[in-house]
């Protein structure tokens, strides 16, 4: 796992800053947490009644499962905590590639999506994909809200499986090809 994210310098909506860092065992807590967070408000787990440690237990069990599967497939990935000043955010992995850029996870807690902090983040790598002549990806589940934020940012569907969409920016005024 890379733990040196290229740094950035960008705004949310409101023009306060984010920041990137390094994604260190420090913050498994927070990323097991924020997980969990996600994958509840995601996926119907609901009506399994499983107490708070079980599934925070099961979104550290994807965790790992997670990074087991990016270290094969994405070595290079980039793993780093989203801050607003000393305030943990969200988290992000990106795979910089040759000729791609993957987005391969953006996770905002809930009480600060709406911000604009995924959109500064996704615009920022879109900026360093075009400067660089890389194509900029990303998977996302079908069910995710995020898929219109993703479409009206410039991605289109470009493959999918079972349960993803696969997406790639080819700007505001692209259609699915």
Known sequence: MSTQPRPFNILDAKSRPITLRPETPDHNDFVNELYAITLRT????????LSPEEFI??????????????AI????AE???L?????????LI???MD???LLADIMILPEHKGWGTCTAVMRHYVNDGLASGRTIKLSVEKWNGAMDLYVRE????????????FMEYRGPDAKAS
């Open 42 to 49: 995601t996926m119907p787990f609901d009506d399994l009644n």
């Open 57 to 70: 237990a099961i979104a550290a069990s994807q965790v790992k499962a997670q990074k087991s599967h990016y």
């Open 73 to 76: 497939h994405y070595p290079e």
């Open 79 to 81: 793993y780093s905590i």
């Open 83 to 91: 801050h607003r000043g000393d305030v943990a955010v969200g988290r």
């Open 94 to 96: 990106v795979a910089p």
């Open 99 to 101: 000729q791609a850029i």
């Open 154 to 165: 410039g991605f289109v569907v470009v493959g999918e499986a079972s349960t993803h969409y």
